[in-house]
């Protein structure tokens, strides 16, 4: 059984007994946000990240999801990549094709990848103008309340620094807030050329899920939700902002990473 509770301020979070209880409760819940949407508005806007995160997703190519997840109706976009081949063993594509996407009926036309034959900054920038493109015609929703896409679903694993996607503590590019989608040619961990959304693009989505699993990311888990009298210690923590303006926030872990919690009480 999992341990769930939600927090005033920094939304549900759910502390799982092992790795396999997350998985098939992740995956439960991927399955209940695609369906709604489906029914909402007719299409699944996913975005990945890379990692852990996505064998985590692994059950979703087992029964019962393989036959009642409505593959055909999924849009599949990065939170971010690594600027290197899609072949190239650093990609977040290949991992995720090779777990997932080639296992299922996800259009291969709805899987929006980066370019990866030209610079940081050129993919980032093509990349945003590919997304402001199907904001236009509507297959992903417009946010109400910023100038940014509203995705479905946002999946973000969680370094032991506290990172998310490829923002990275007192890195310049958790500043950038006009832009949905910026570049990284100096990441604190290889490979340094990436592309990352923006906190803005995060922070707009319907729903964003933060997975950490082990007891490396205990103390930035810590951090990133318990209510703390000074953030000095931790005043630019990635996973700490954020904070959906008007979306669901859930924390996905196990016992390891959730162990320095507040509000960890595990009954054994």
């Known amino acids: 059984m999992a341990l769930t509770w939600t927090h005033k ?13 997350l998985s098939i409760d992740l995956v439960d819940y991927i399955a209940e946000i695609s369906e709604a949407s489906i029914k909402e508005h007719g299409v ?35 939170a971010d990549e690594r600027v290197v081949g899609k072949n190239h063993d650093d990609s977040n594509y290949k991992l995720a094709k090779e777990t997932l996407l080639s296992k299922v009926n996800v259009f291969p036309r709805h899987i929006c990848s980066i370019n990866d034959t030209v610079s940081a900054e050129d993919a980032a920038t093509e990349y945003e103008f ?3 493109q199907m904001v236009k015609t509507r297959t992903v929703i417009a946010s109400e309340n910023s100038d940014c896409p509203r995705f479905d679903l946002i ?30 040619t100096d990441s604190p961990k290889p490979p340094p050329e990436r592309i990352t959304f923006t906190l803005p693009v995060i922070n707009s989505a ?39 303006s008007s979306g669901n926030l859930i924390w996905f872990m196990d016992k390891p990473a959730g162990s320095k919690l507040d509000g960890f009480k595990f009954s054994e």
């Open 9 to 21: 301020d920094r939304g549900e979070i759910r502390v799982h007994e092992n790795l396999e209880e």
């Open 44 to 78: 699944f806007c996913i975005v990945l990240s890379g990692g852990s995160l996505i064998n985590l997703m692994g059950k979703l190519v087992e029964p019962p999801y393989n036959k009642i997840v409505d593959w055909a109706k999924w849009y599949v976009f990065w």
């Open 130 to 132: 590919a997304i402001r």
């Open 155 to 184: 999946l973000l694993g969680m370094g032991s620094d506290g990172h998310v996607a490829s923002l990275f503590p007192n890195h310049p590019a958790l500043e950038v807030k006009d832009d949905w989608v910026t570049f990284l």
């Open 206 to 244: 319907a729903s964003v899920v933060v997975v950490a699993t082990g007891e490396s990311k205990a103390n930035a888990v810590h951090l990133a939700i318990d209510d703390l009298t000074s953030l000095e210690t931790s005043p630019s923590l990635p996973a700490r902002l954020v904070q959906p």
